[in-house]
């Protein structure tokens, strides 16, 4: 019997007279901390729009249709300017100069919402914003006049390419996003050899970065979070590392800095001041999407095949986000995201939120049907108690005509 069924048998039980005595009122449930269209049940204060985005575009790409709720969620999160910040827990206020907006969240959501389809004025408005922000290398920072770093300005890319700019051709003092990240390309001496680095170091010199790799090879590609499975084969296509003097060339050299790093364990590695290094789930994905996007599925296919065995418990730990990410390697390679390593990927992210379009009609239909089923069953009830109550009226008519005789 759910909530509204009992409710609905109490009300009834109230209008017949019934002598037990009213019971206390429950105490009122604690107001949701977030709103119930966000995906994820942590704090969102700064990655909100990141998470919603990521999850709102994986879900589009295995055809799920996502609750329209939280769609317009992540639409009035937009500043007026067209720029967005991790999350504005009062969307009716305007942003000022204390409003945290960066480049990350605003080209997350340009992405997803240009693969939602019907927010051009959104998207629009975001990409202007975008460029408005450029710096004169031709990158981005995190935010607005931050030093360029591979991983910005390769999310950017990914916006620019999106909604139908061509990356190139977008520049500032005449310099384009791929100037950028050539400049943040390591040469082909040392051990980073081929490497994209986040940022220069104080000393402007240049330190191999695996997570910078695999957004460097996206971005020097053009391509966005989702990319389409390309042949499947068990060779490894980037060649030994050259002058990365074209954005092309980048890619190749990243992409095998990338085979390089992941032979040996099959996963990327982190490690925190004092501890030891950690498989790297979330940047391991996101190798993968890039292996897959420049060709090297050899690779991809097999750290892919180490994630669908190890990486259940940290996506569980990490919500929306890292679902996506392993919904991103999944299809980018060919794999069915619903049986990941026997994990439901797609479920399990449509549990971090509402359910999707289809689900909320399914859900609709239902409730109609409990409806329908608790007035009847309402009625059913009052009816029993009536026939009760008019049985106990003959039995007490009865004592006392026999008390008379």
Request: charged share 20%; hydrophobic share 40%.
């Amino acid at each position: 019997m759910n909530v509204r069924r009992s409710a609905a048998v109490l009300a009834a039980v109230a209008v017949l007279g019934a002598a037990t005595p009213a019971a206390a009122d429950p105490s009122p449930s604690p107001s949701q901390a977030f709103p119930s269209a966000l995906y994820g049940g942590k704090d969102p204060k700064f990655d909100g729009v990141w998470r919603q985005s990521l999850a709102l575009l994986a879900l589009d790409t295995v055809g799920v249709k996502p609750a329209a709720k939280s769609v317009e969620w992540l639409v009035r999160q937009q500043c007026a300017d067209g720029s967005f910040a991790p999350y504005r827990a009062d969307p009716t206020t305007s942003c000022d100069a204390k409003t945290m907006v960066d480049t990350n969240q605003t080209a997350a959501a340009v992405q997803a919402l240009t693969a939602l389809g019907g927010h051009d004025a959104v998207t629009g408005k975001a990409v202007t914003w975008l460029k408005s922000v450029q710096n004169k290398d031709g990158g981005w920072g995190y935010s607005r006049g931050g030093a360029s770093d591979t991983n910005s300005t390769s999310v950017v890319i990914g916006a620019l390419t999106a909604v139908g700019e061509k990356p190139e051709q977008v520049e500032k003092g005449g310099k384009s996003p791929y100037d950028a990240l050539l400049k943040l390309a390591l040469g082909c001496d040392g051990d980073g050899a081929g490497a994209f680095a986040f940022q220069p170091d104080g000393k402007g010199e240049l330190a191999a970065n695996a997570d910078a790799t695999a957004a460097g090879v996206l971005g020097a590609l053009g391509k966005g979070m989702v990319v389409k499975p390309g042949e499947k084969t068990k060779a490894t296509r980037s060649e030994s590392c050259e002058d990365p003097n074209t954005p092309e060339r980048g890619a190749a050299n990243g992409a095998a800095y990338l085979v390089k790093a992941l032979a040996k364990d099959g996963h990327l590695t982190s490690a925190l001041a004092g501890s030891d290094p950690q498989p790297d789930y979330g940047n391991t994905a996101d190798a993968v999407v890039a292996l897959a996007a420049q060709g090297d599925t050899g690779q991809a296919e097999k750290s892919l095949r180490r994630l669908e065995k190890n990486s259940a418990t940290w996506a569980a730990q990490n919500g929306p986000a890292a679902y996506a990410q392993l919904i991103f390697a999944a299809h980018a390679t060919g794999t069915n995201p619903r049986d990941f390593g026997g994990t439901d990927l797609v479920k399990r992210l449509n549990a971090t939120g509402p359910a999707p379009q289809s689900a909320e009609k399914t859900q609709a239909a239902d409730e109609k049907g409990d409806s329908d089923s608790d007035l009847f069953g309402v009625w059913w009830y009052v009816g029993v108690c009536l026939a009760a109550g008019v049985g106990i009226g003959f039995l007490f008519s009865g004592r006392r005509n026999r008390q008379q005789l």
